[in-house]
């Protein structure tokens, strides 16, 4: 039974890295380096960070499975790990994006909009980012009914899911910039 389910995380490390690799597609079609603004990088950076993230949440069970402990407690664990990790990828990536929004090179936005997206879309991705990270907690704390392997599975595809949304975010907004040049 434990090696079917860690069978799942594995499955989801691999869309994981097909993710990663996909998003890191767009470096390919963006063009070249000097293409890119300073915010552009940071955009890229939250893309990145939430599909390497979910690489590296999918495999911890595995490994620490590995170890000798029990899936439960990996996912336990791995359900505390994961909104550490949005927690401080979101807040450097944020203090980052607020540097430069307070050195001028920004587009005029206000500083609480997501790094990427206008108004309603930076506040969509904070609400949806904000889910995972209370979800994971609840299931943690033993707060959600059911097995929290399964939630911590859920937790990973939320997080898949909300880096495919900033990708799709930041494609859009590329071929809108480069549509108008």
């Known amino acids: 039974m434990e090696n079917r389910l860690l069978d799942v995380f594995h499955t989801l490390a691999e869309i994981s890295v097909a993710i990663t690799g996909f998003s890191s597609l767009i470096i390919i079609f963006r063009g070249s380096s000097t293409d890119w603004s300073r915010q552009d990088y940071i955009s890229f950076g939250y893309v990145l960070s939430w599909s390497i993230g979910s690489i590296f949440l999918s495999l911890l069970p595995i490994v620490l499975v590995e170890f000798g402990m029990k899936l439960s407690a990996a996912a336990q664990i791995g359900l505390f790990s994961t909104p550490a990790y949005i927690v401080v990828a979101g807040s450097i990536l944020g203090y980052t994006r607020n540097r430069i929004v307070r050195e001028g ?77």
């Open 105 to 181: 090179d920004w587009q005029s936005r206000p500083v609480w909009r997501s790094a990427i997206g206008s108004g309603r879309m930076g506040i969509g991705m904070l609400v949806s980012a904000s889910v995972i990270v209370f979800g994971a907690l609840a299931a943690g704390l033993g707060i959600l009914p059911g097995p929290q392997h399964a939630w911590y599975a859920v937790a990973i595809i939320l997080l898949m899911a909300h880096a495919i949304a900033e990708m799709g975010i930041f494609v859009v907004l590329t071929t809108r910039q480069i549509s108008s040049e």
